[in-house]
């Protein structure tokens, strides 16, 4: 064979790897109807949760704003999505830690009664996220 005839098998070889692996690539970005729905709710905004209120409280506006596109614009202030403890609630359970301290360093309650105390304020601590979104999920 000549040298011409050489190049020539090389080129059109080169040239044939390359449409094939163009091919591969543009057959790997087509999705099926299936693959492109859901890719398409993944993308969707997700739906606001509005709390009810509580006894005594008036109802909140919304303050989350969109886009006209549906998602969110946090330029405005958000609201709560639980219901806060109040000051007074978080002042009376202050209270109590403390005149727990101040039994103890007196020597008025005893070490057991201290340490059941203890564990059940952290049994509440570890349990308490659990039921409160168990009561909000209802």
Avoid: W
């Avoid at 492109?36 to 209120?53: D, G, I, N």
């Avoid at 006894?55 to 609201?79: I, R, V």
């Amino acid at each position: 064979m000549t040298t011409n005839g050489i190049l020539g098998i090389a080129l059109a070889t080169r040239t044939a790897l390359a449409a094939a692996a163009a091919a591969m690539m543009l057959a790997g970005c087509s999705y099926t109807p299936e693959q492109k729905a859901a890719a398409a709710a993944r993308r969707a905004p997700p739906t606001a949760v509005v709390m009810t209120p509580t006894k005594g409280e008036e109802p909140a506006q919304s303050s989350l704003s969109h886009y006209p596109d549906g998602y969110p614009s946090f330029g405005a202030p958000l609201t709560a999505a639980n219901a806060q403890m109040s000051n007074e609630e978080a002042a009376s359970l202050g209270q109590k830690l403390s005149a727990l301290r101040v039994q103890r360093k007196a020597g008025t309650i005893s070490e057991a009664e201290y340490q059941r105390r203890v564990v059940e304020y952290r049994k509440l601590a570890a349990e308490h996220g659990t039921d409160a979104l168990s009561a909000i999920g209802n």
